[in-house]
């Protein structure tokens, strides 16, 4: 047994699978780094059936959302401009509601989703976490309803991966913690937009109590074992 393998109970955790949708991969309008090369072990990991839940998150913008250069005259994507109080990335057009690029991988089991969490709706606001928008005008950051969703349905502990590594999986786990979960990061589930900030993204995650791992400590656990 490798000394990294977590324990947790199945039927109280849950694998949040955020935003593997090809706007996010080679040759989509905002591609994380080798962000396809997620997909097929991410496949394999759900089907391994490790989890009591699953759940995919997916961004949804309409056109002309505020989070996209295309809106601010003189913008370049990847500027950062000054929002509602908070620093703003300026994106390229991406995940525009039902266009194929937004859709969610494919390649993905997608039957075993119990819910999709749509994110990024609201016109005037950006959203990276699956729990909660990022801020609004007024200062708060809307919850989307997952963390009563999983709350009532008896989870403890929340397992992210997905795209981006230093985006939303990031925002995600963050708040995952924030709401009193046991959360840990998958890293060799995840690809960055920025792969320089991988040391930023590992102090900020450890800092919430976020348990960075790989998906090979999870292989191990008792559940998996037992169903060998
Ligand atoms: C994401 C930037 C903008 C992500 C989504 O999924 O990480 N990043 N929208
Ligand atoms: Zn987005």
């Known amino acids: 047994m490798s000394s990294n393998t977590v324990r947790f109970d199945p039927a109280r955790a849950a694998l949040l699978v955020v935003d593997v949708q090809p706007d996010f991969m080679e040759g ?19 089907e391994a059936g490790h989890f009591g839940l699953y759940v995919a998150t997916q961004d949804w913008h309409p056109a002309g959302h505020i989070s996209f250069a295309s809106e601010h005259a003189g913008r370049e994507p990847f500027e950062v401009i000054d929002l509602y109080g908070h620093d ?27 819910a999709i969490i749509r994110k990024g709706e609201d016109p005037k606001v950006d959203s990276y976490s699956g729990f909660k928008n990022n ?8 919850p989307t309803g997952l963390a009563g969703y999983l709350r009532e349905r008896g989870i403890t502990d929340v397992f992210t991966c997905g795209l981006a590594r230093d985006f939303c999986v990031k925002w995600t786990a963050e708040d995952a ?10 890293w060799d589930l995840t690809r960055p937009v920025d792969e320089n900030a991988d040391d930023d993204v590992r102090k900020a995650l450890t800092d919430k109590g976020v348990s960075i791992i790989d998906s ?5 656990a008792p559940a998996a074992r037992s169903a060998g």
């Open 28 to 46: 989509g309008a905002l591609a994380a780094q080798e962000g396809s090369a997620v997909v097929e072990p991410i496949r394999r990991f759900m």
């Open 88 to 114: 703003q990335v300026l994106w390229p057009d991406h995940c525009v509601q039902g266009s194929d690029n937004a859709a969610l991988h494919t390649g993905l089991p997608l039957k075993l989703f119990s």
């Open 135 to 142: 801020w609004n005008a007024e200062g708060e950051r809307p």
């Open 177 to 186: 913690a924030d709401e009193g979960f046991r959360t840990w990061y998958l």
């Open 216 to 220: 090979t400590d999870v292989e191990a």
